[in-house]
């Protein structure tokens, strides 16, 4: 699948894309193979994702909004993205595009060899997460790893450290907003094909979080497990982000008929 083919719909002021699961892993392995043939290297592939919290952050706070913005790719991470794309717009997405399930996905839906890099968290945990993929997927490579405890002074450092490892995929997850400042900030500096934000992907793949049952990740309800089992972290953010994100799609919807 190539950039031209994606239809967007506008989900709660955000231009995302109408993705299945499948559609999104053969764009990420389109630009690695016409990355890897090409003489020129084109500009990394951003593929940024939205979920309720990332909406509702988005409609108050401009500079988060621009950041998010500037992404090729806003992809559905969150269930409620789906449910507002059919509830609120013409162009419904298929199904959710969750960053966890699409790192099993890339591997598993084709049969290319593609090299990952892996940026963010402790050490251990990222260290231990490539480990478990390198295991459990033949044609998943790590081109290598890095903890996201860095700040601008040693980001040359890590662009560098990326740069020399022969990257197609890099995986950023600094969490919201950090992730997509550094990949807006420092796009143009990476030789990579492909760009994606992470926020805890790894910690999931390790096992230090858990996931829902499948069957609240199909209702949507993976938001209430998480604030079930982890309150402190989770509840209040959902709290004040579900509903001000179902206004904003509400709100979107509004000024597009008007």
């Not at 020129?40 to 979920?51: A, G, H, Q, V, Y």
């Not at 990332?54 to 409609?59: D, F, L, V």
């Not at 060899?113 to 231990?128: A, C, D, F, M």
Request: aromatic share 10%; proline share 4%.
């Amino acid at each position: 699948m190539k950039m031209e083919e994606v239809v967007f719909t506008n989900v709660g002021g955000l231009k995302t894309a109408c993705l299945s699961r499948k559609q999104l892993v053969d764009l990420i392995v389109e630009r690695v193979k016409s990355d890897t043939l090409g003489d020129e290297k084109p500009s990394p592939l951003t593929i940024f994702d939205s979920n309720g919290q990332g909406i509702s952050i988005a409609n108050s706070d401009p500079v988060f909004m621009r950041l998010l913005e500037s992404a090729d790719i806003i992809h559905a991470d969150g269930q409620s993205v789906v449910a507002f794309s059919k509830w609120f717009t013409d162009k419904p997405i298929p199904e959710r595009t969750a960053t966890t399930d699409t790192i099993h996905d890339i591997p598993q839906l084709s049969s290319e060899n593609i090299r990952h890099y892996l940026l963010g968290g402790q050490q251990s945990i990222v260290e231990k997460c490539a480990g478990i993929l390198k295991q459990r997927y033949s044609n998943f490579h790590i081109a290598g790893t890095h903890h996201g405890y860095f700040d601008k002074s040693n980001e040359a450092d890590v662009i560098a450290a990326i740069n020399a490892a022969n990257v197609d995929v890099l995986w950023v997850g600094l969490g919201k907003p950090k992730e997509q400042e550094f990949v807006v900030r420092n796009k143009n500096k990476l030789n990579v094909a492909v760009i994606i934000t992470c926020g805890g992907c790894y910690n999931y793949i390790t096992g230090d979080y858990k996931r829902a049952p499948e069957f609240m990740q199909r209702i949507g309800f993976e938001w209430l497990h998480r604030a079930l089992t982890e309150p402190r972290k989770f509840l209040w953010r959902y709290i004040t982000t579900n509903p001000h994100s179902i206004y904003c799609a509400w709100k979107h919807r509004m000024k597009q008929q008007a």
